[in-house]
């Protein structure tokens, strides 16, 4: 493991695997989204992030499914 980057508050190391692990002060690895925003704060990696819909397609793709859920227990 080398260590990429080291601060007061964690250790940024890259992994045999070219992975990224992150250590806080306390020795003990740091997971999940708070990992995500170091590496992605250190410029280690990009993060995509999902694209939103505008309101108007939202709405318009639930109505059919409520629609669909309303005409089966007539048809029964």
């Known amino acids: ?6 601060t007061d508050e964690y ?3 890259k ?3 070219g992975r990224f692990g992150v250590k806080n002060s ?5 997971n999940g989204e708070d990992k ?7 410029g280690l990696i ?3 992030m999902p694209a939103e819909k505008p309101a108007e ?3 318009s ?4 499914v409520v629609e669909e859920a309303a005409e089966q227990p007539a048809a029964e």
């Open 26 to 30: 306390a020795g003990k690895w740091i």
């Open 46 to 48: 990009k993060a995509a």
């Open 57 to 59: 397609e939202a709405v």
């Open 11 to 13: 250790t940024v190391i």
């Open 15 to 17: 992994k045999r695997s």
């Open 36 to 42: 995500v925003k170091i590496l992605i704060a250190e």
């Open 1 to 6: 493991m080398e260590v990429v980057k080291q």
């Open 61 to 64: 793709e639930e109505a059919p």
